[in-house]
């Protein structure tokens, strides 16, 4: 059963657009969840984490949301540049420490 | 250290050997995180230590895996007769508190 579902899995768009990933969770009762970012040969870096408690975080071009009622986050993206170009992972808490991850979303900026 | 080391960065072996994957996590991080990212999955959790010990070993595939935690720092994953679907790239990540997740850059195991 997929607990994490990311769409799309693949997305590629010209440098400046705005954008939106998705990511779907079947449990209700989630401690928070988080939105990760993994380059090539690298590790995964934490970008933004919401609350459950909360609707949403900002960092930067960043704004990420979650909706638990209908098991929904999204992360937004403003004016997107090549360097966004990564792949893009959320993971969801049921406890304070074991993650439970989706699949990804690969996000390919166009210069 | 200033990050989460891990080594080694990539490991060939044979079907059937016994392997060993280290993890150097961040000085004074008291909890530890192994994970396991198979070709085009998300990552699985594999164990958990708080200290040197783990309250939750749920995740390890199958008897063949195992961890420990000495001193509060270093981890050592150890898979004994490697089998071909135990190739995946291992992530180690370790925190201070709940939220403050530092990931090493992996090792990348293949078992031909």
């Known amino acids: 059963k997929q607990e994490v579902t990311q769409i799309p899995a693949a997305l590629s768009v010209p440098e400046g657009e705005n954008l939106v990933l998705n990511c779907s969770f079947t449990?209700?009762?989630?401690?928070?969840l988080q939105w990760f970012r993994q380059d090539p040969g690298k590790g995964l870096t934490s970008l933004l984490l919401?609350?459950?408690s909360q609707r949403e975080q900002t960092s930067g071009r960043l704004n990420a949301s979650l909706d638990k009622s209908s098991g929904r986050s999204t992360l937004y993206i403003a004016a997107s540049q090549p360097g966004d170009s990564a792949t893009y992972l959320c993971a969801f808490s049921r406890s304070n420490y074991q993650l439970i991850w989706g699949a990804g979303t690969k996000l390919i900026i166009k210069p | 250290g200033a990050g989460v080391s891990q080594s080694p960065s990539n490991k060939v072996t044979e079907k059937g050997k016994d392997v060993e994957l280290r993890c150097d996590p961040i000085?004074?991080?008291?909890?530890l995180y192994w994970y396991r990212q198979s070709l085009g999955q998300g990552l699985e959790f594999l164990i958990y230590f708080q200290g040197n010990s783990a309250p939750d070993k749920s995740g390890l595939p199958s008897d063949r895996f195992s961890a420990e935690r000495t001193g509060g720092s270093v981890s050592t994953l150890t898979i004994q007769r490697t089998q071909q679907e135990d190739s995946a790239v291992y992530l180690c990540?370790?925190?201070?508190?709940?939220?403050?997740?530092?990931f090493g850059s992996g090792t990348r195991l293949t078992v031909v």
């Open positions: 449990d209700s009762a989630i401690y928070n």
């Open positions: 000085s004074g991080h008291t909890a």
């Open positions: 919401i609350q459950s």
């Open positions: 990540a370790s925190s201070l508190d709940r939220y403050g997740y530092t």
